[in-house]
């Protein structure tokens, strides 16, 4: 399970009750190089970033997807 924010990471892991679970819920972009995405950064909301906001996080998002596709795919 892949969250945006790691605020919904806490939040979702408030509802598992089996520790065996805990791995399963990542933050999406900690899925990124640690090179150009430290762990710990949200994916940004693009709402407060008009057009350019929305066309980064839809790069950001494509980006992730394809780093967990080759990881996925090894």
């Known amino acids: 399970i892949y969250t945006m924010a790691y605020d919904v990471v806490e939040e979702m892991k408030e509802f598992i009750t089996d520790s065996a679970q805990y791995k399963k819920i990542v ?12 762990r710990g950064e949200d994916v940004p909301d693009p709402w407060y970033g008009g057009d350019e906001g929305f066309a ?3 790069d950001l998002i494509e980006e992730c997807c394809k780093e967990i596709l080759k990881k996925r795919l090894r």
């Not at 933050?27 to 430290?38: A, I, R, S």
């Open 56 to 58: 980064r996080c839809y």
């Open 27 to 38: 933050n999406f972009l900690d899925e990124m190089p640690e090179d150009t995405h430290p």
